[in-house]
């Protein structure tokens, strides 16, 4: 029952008697309040063993089913509003200026940015509705190969146009791992489920866990995912869990208070029509 303004004044003061014995280089400490809805409600991991699931390629592998698989099959969900990946090795294409060419040209760092993010476009662009079936729309206009992004003109000068290639090294790597997930001592994908701000938490991961086992003859996520790649989908947590325990506590309490006193009554009474 301790309100939250009251917490973080206490805890204000407490920090204050500390920073005198701090280094002096040390910052003014950051208090930000935890609110646990930010957190996902569910929590899924993919790994997978063998060949194809060794080193850079496997994480590589893992990473693209990942984003192009389980994602598009949970995010339609009702109640759903997001689902993140982490983890795996997330591909990135590094443009690397050549100064000289810059100064050569006379072309600024500034333009060959804002061409890029001009020319490589994919933003949501709402949803669709038809009959029971919800389509989630965007609009892409994105680079399709290494080519495509070298060939693309940053400026024109005299009259002669001005292609990245002539101003930079284009060539494909990765980003850094700055998440590291395994799963049984297998180097693993984690995949968060985040829910509507309406939505309910329990009938959300209900319908989640629907569409990873399937029904009535279809197959379900988990099951397409090993049958079509190989890879082990499973569920590393689910708030909802807890929730629902606690209802069903509730209910077994409840049930259980009713008895004793149905029992204490007759013990009391000795007769079952008045008790």
């Known amino acids: ?16 008697q500390v920073l005198p014995s701090l280094p002096d280089e040390t910052q003014q400490p950051l208090i930000l309040r935890y609110d646990p809805s930010l957190d996902p409600v569910m929590v899924l991991s993919l790994s997978g063993s063998g060949e194809r699931f060794e080193g850079v390629g496997g994480l590589k592998y893992l990473r693209r089913i990942s984003e192009r698989s389980i994602k598009r099959l949970l995010e339609p969900v009702d109640g759903v509003a997001a689902v993140k990946v982490k983890g795996g ?3 990135e294409i590094r443009v690397e200026l050549d ?11 500034t333009e060959v940015t804002s061409r890029l993010a001009a020319e490589n476009v994919n933003v949501a662009g709402g949803a669709m509705r038809e009959g029971n079936t919800r389509y989630l729309i965007r609009t892409v206009n994105e680079f399709e190969s290494l080519e495509d992004l070298r060939d693309l003109v940053i400026a024109s000068r005299q009259g002669r146009e001005i292609r990245l290639r002539d101003l930079a090294k284009v060539s494909s790597a990765y980003e850094d791992r700055e998440v590291v997930t395994r799963v049984d001592g297998l180097d693993a994908v984690q ?7 309406e939505a309910n938490i329990v009938d ?10 399937g029904g009535r003859g279809g197959r379900g996520v988990v099951e397409r995912i090993e ?15 807890f929730i629902e325990s606690s209802i069903q506590e509730v209910l077994n309490t409840a049930l259980l208070g009713g008895l004793v006193a149905v029992l204490v009554l007759f013990f009391f009474l000795g007769e079952g029509m008045t008790t």
Do not use: F
Request: no cysteine.
């Open 1 to 16: 029952d301790t309100h939250t303004d009251d917490a973080t004044q206490d805890v204000l003061e407490k920090i204050d």
């Open 89 to 91: 090795l997330l591909e």
């Open 99 to 109: 100064e000289r060419a810059l100064r050569r040209t006379g072309v600024a760092i």
């Open 191 to 197: 995949i968060e489920i985040y829910k509507e701000a």
């Open 204 to 213: 959300m991961a209900t319908r989640v866990r629907s569409r990873l086992k």
């Open 227 to 241: 049958r079509d790649h190989g890879a082990k989908l499973q569920v590393v947590s689910d708030r909802s869990l």
